[in-house]
């Protein structure tokens, strides 16, 4: 399995950005995928996934109403729309799949390498 993040940058407070998450070796009936993040000094936040199998969709509280998760299976990529962004929203930002969307997180996930979305006051 191999995730290929693009998409990343600084943006000011209230842009928007979409990161691209190109994904191979694994089947999205099997694997959950989708995002999580992490800023310096906090914990790992899973931000929005799509479930194995069925391909619902969950969402952060606090991002929801702002971001989109979506997915071209053609192109074995995964999107995340980020709109209204917020300084907080400010970390690396990871593109992962495992069995279930509650461990995307986890060090049990395989990750990408992560890319850095900075949002400015």
């Known amino acids: 399995v191999q995730l290929v993040e693009s998409g990343g940058g600084l943006v000011q407070a209230g842009g928007s950005l979409r990161l691209s998450c190109r994904v191979s070796?694994?089947?999205?009936?099997?694997?959950?995928t989708g995002w999580f993040r992490q800023a310096p000094g906090k914990e790992r936040e899973g931000v929005s996934c799509?479930?194995?199998?069925?391909?619902?969709?969950q969402y952060a509280d606090s991002v929801k109403g702002r971001f989109t998760i979506s997915r071209d299976i053609a192109k074995s990529t995964v999107y995340l729309e980020m709109n209204s962004l917020k300084p907080e929203d400010t970390a690396v930002y990871y593109c992962?799949?495992?069995?279930?969307?509650?461990?995307?997180?986890?060090?049990?996930?395989?990750w990408g390498q992560g890319t850095q979305v900075t949002v400015s006051p």
């Open positions: 799509f479930k194995s199998g069925s391909g619902g969709t």
């Open positions: 992962a799949a495992d069995f279930s969307c509650s461990y995307l997180h986890t060090v049990h996930a395989t």
């Open positions: 070796g694994l089947s999205f009936d099997d694997y959950a």
